[in-house]
């Protein structure tokens, strides 16, 4: 579970400033607020998470209010076990799906029909990798195995659904995640709105698929104007590579 780092506010002339410090190694950092004590242990909300490792101090400001005299609680907790790191993803609208025009599409890629994506979310980073996943579930079904940052595989929805809620449980005993708060796998929607990260274009990355790009055959590229293009000289890997190895989108996924 690991140590709860400590927490202060300063004051200065832009506000009040919480300052969070006495992180000592990696892992997941929750900070919950409430308004009196008795809702800090059961009725918490969400000040701020991360998964993303950090040391040093992490600075935060607090919003107030002139009109009106309010206090408020806050407690912050370290889950040292393996856990994804998140990406924000904001709310937004954007057109799923291809449009007819699009070289090589398929038909059950359309019609493009809007779509409202109404509350910010947060959304791995990488693939769920084999370290995380055994970490949890305590066992490695993946093929590929042999390095523990490779991307989880040989996992079906049932058992991706089952991490996502003994994640959701282990970090709730931990006080790491307030009620309301869950590990889940995204919508449809959800993932080509954060793969798209507000782009048109064919792909995530832009009009063209090129090899090094991705985890895909190399050899056989794809180009939104023409189609499917040949590079004798592409690369094909014939297996999953370790995660964060290629380029990501404009949310950093």
Sequence with gaps: VGASPALHLESGPDGLTLVVSG??????????????????????????????????????????SSSSRS???FQAIQWTGQAPTLVEIPAGT??????????????????QTPVTISHAFSMGRFEVTQGQYEAVMGVNPSYYSGNTNRPVERVGWSQATDYCARLTELQRAAG??????AYRLPTEAEWEYACRAGTTSALGLGPDLRSGMAN??????????????????GTILNRPN???QYPANAWGL
């Design 176 to 181: 790491a995640l307030p009620s309301g708060w």
């Design 23 to 64: 992180i000592s190694e990696s892992g997941m950092v929750s900070i919950v607020t409430a308004s009196d004590l008795p809702q800090l242990g059961s009725a918490s909300t969400m000040f701020f998470q991360t998964n993303t490792p950090f040391q040093g101090e992490l600075r935060l400001p607090v919003a107030t």
């Design 71 to 73: 206090q408020a609680l």
């Design 216 to 233: 895909f055959d190399g050899r056989l590229e794809y180009d939104s104007e023409l189609g499917t293009v040949s590079n004798p000289e």
């Design 242 to 244: 370790l995660v964060g």
């Design 94 to 111: 954007f057109l799923m799906g291809s449009p007819p025009s699009e070289v090589e599409r398929q038909e059950r890629e359309g019609p």
